[in-house]
């Protein structure tokens, strides 16, 4: 059995991609999209037509309604391909804005509705896990939208998310390994700091065990890997979107698997629970430099990507 099969026995394997035509060859249950992936696919050969069928069908509506069009046109393709849900993100301009995300959310799902997709089943939306952002999902899934918080860095705002009852968080493994690495600089050990010491793996699986301790039903997702070895440390949790690339890998090797993470390993320890109102969650976040720095240039980055999707749009 190779090691992506092993991986299902314990974990639901995601498809982080936009590229929908590599999705049949990995069989994932769910997939998950974001600004950059459809910006990287539309300017592909193979999916130029589907920018210009969307433009051409919503000839005159508003550029941020036309990216919505866009992304729920990706979104139903994959889910015509896979048998769980997609993740279809809100522009990261609105990550501050409470009001605003909740507006754009509704928009989107109402998007789905229109293609026969039931949203309760099939859908998530992708909201950045500040503040402003867990909130407002807050009030998504009080009225029966799913949410999967996404960029999410640190303990407090997983502690913030399992609050707000969101349906799933996505921990950005490789981000918080690429801060480290970085950080440390000369000093940095691969070898030392690989596998179940990789920081990013050590993120996960404080959240992770937190929740499994105390009954928590959001769901874990580990996220933005990169390298197949911080998939094996993770083997276990609740779901892991993988890149192409590495669903690849996994699906290529023979080599061993072994189950990383499981709730029966916290039932015996002492974990205490802990709870953040706005100030303690600004101050916790506040505290943690790598959180800091990589939730503010997550946003800027799919901010950027966003305009650029925007600018090739109005040059159509």
């Known amino acids: 059995m190779n090691q992506l099969d092993t991986l299902r026995q314990w974990t639901t394997v995601v498809a982080d991609t936009g590229d929908f035509r590599q ?3 990995f069989k994932p249950q769910d997939a998950t999209t ?25 000839k005159g509506e508003p550029v941020d309604v036309l990216i919505d069009h866009l992304l729920v046109r990706f979104g139903t393709e994959i889910l015509s391909i896979i048998p769980g849900r997609v993740s ?15 507006t754009r959310a509704k928009r989107i799902v109402e998007m789905y509705k229109k293609q ?25 899934e009080e009225a ?59 993120s996960v699986r404080e959240i992770y065990d937190y ?35 590495l669903l690849a890998k996994l699906a290529e090797s023979e080599e061993p698997l072994t189950r990383a993470l499981d709730p029966e390993s916290v039932k015996n320890r002492e974990i205490p629970k802990v709870e953040f109102d706005e100030p303690a969650f600004r101050f916790a976040l506040n505290e943690d430099a790598m959180a800091t720095e990589k939730l503010a240039e997550g946003i800027r980055a799919f901010a950027a990507d966003a305009i650029k999707l925007e600018k090739l749009m109005e040059k159509k």
């Open 23 to 25: 999705l049949s060859q």
């Open 211 to 245: 929740y499994k301790k105390h009954g928590i039903r959001t769901e874990v997702m580990g996220a933005s890997f990169r390298n197949v070895g911080q998939i094996a440390a993770l083997a276990g949790c609740d779901l892991l979107t993988i890149s192409p690339d």
């Open 116 to 140: 026969g997709i039931d949203p309760a089943k099939r859908v998530l939306i992708k909201v950045a896990s500040t503040w402003e952002g867990i909130q407002a999902a807050r009030e998504l």
């Open 144 to 202: 029966g939208i799913h949410t999967n918080l996404t960029l999410l860095f640190s303990f407090a705002q997983a502690v913030a998310c399992a609050a707000a009852k969101v349906t799933l968080i996505s921990p950005f493994v490789g981000r918080i390994y690429d801060w480290h690495k970085k950080a440390e600089g000369d000093q940095w050990d691969e070898a030392g700091r690989a596998g179940a010491k990789d920081p990013g793996v050590v």
């Open 34 to 58: 974001n600004p950059s992936l459809i910006l990287k696919a539309v300017q592909k050969t193979d999916y130029a037509s589907l920018l210009e069928e969307t433009m051409g069908k919503h």
């Open 88 to 102: 279809t993100e809100i522009d990261a301009r609105l990550s501050f804005d409470s009001a605003a995300t909740v």
